[in-house]
């Protein structure tokens, strides 16, 4: 599984890139607007950072304002992915902007439905959004555990970007259940890398070598 950041902060972006794990990053709207800055500047930026696939979210929601803003984010970078709401019109994006090669990633996923219905509009990525599912009394884990396996059964080429994170506990799930990517917070991220044994670890060893000096 590989691993995305889910932020429009730069100095987040490159702080996680630096380690070496990163494969691509997701966006939206609202990480942007808390960023207060040019939303095509902060694309560009982090394209200029992270060599791998930059979901970037149109924000209209009729199809010829889709249609406009995917192709002026598409022209950012070669890795810009266009970030399309799955509707009825979003769907009607996802395939026209497929038929032109333009990657597109179905975000707000509920229900393995819309995802079958992205991946034949031709989408390369769909995003179900776990954490919320499971705000909403469901299981994440069982929406993507039926979307891998429809995909899997029908060897879709789309991939399933694990959404929606809140805890370092939905990244091993999404992983043991197949998820081709998850994208997580940068808090989440940082979670994931700290254990107390490890810091104990490290004081002990720290310890013995001040006493033998």
Known sequence: MRIFIDSANIEEIREIN?????A?????????????????????????????????????????GMLQEAEVLAQ??????IKIPLTATGLQAISILSKKEIATNATLIFSANQAILAARAGASYVSPFLGRVDDNGNDGMILLNDIVTVFDNYMLDTEIIAASIRH??????????????ATIPYKVIKQMIKHPMTDAGIEKFLRDWKESM
Not at 18 to 22: A, S
Not at 36 to 61: F, M, N, T
Request: glycine share 6%; net charge negative; proline share 5%.
């Open 168 to 181: 370092p506990m939905h990244v091993i799930q999404a992983a043991k259940n197949g998820s081709h990517i």
């Open 24 to 64: 691509g990053v997701t966006t939206n709207p609202s990480l942007v607007a808390k960023e207060k800055r040019d939303y095509h500047q902060v694309i560009r930026e982090i394209a200029a950072i992270v060599d791998g696939p930059i979901s970037a979210e149109v924000i209209s929601l009729d199809l010829d």
């Open 76 to 81: 950012i970078h070669t890795n810009v992915v």
């Open 18 to 22: 630096n380690m070496g794990f990163l």
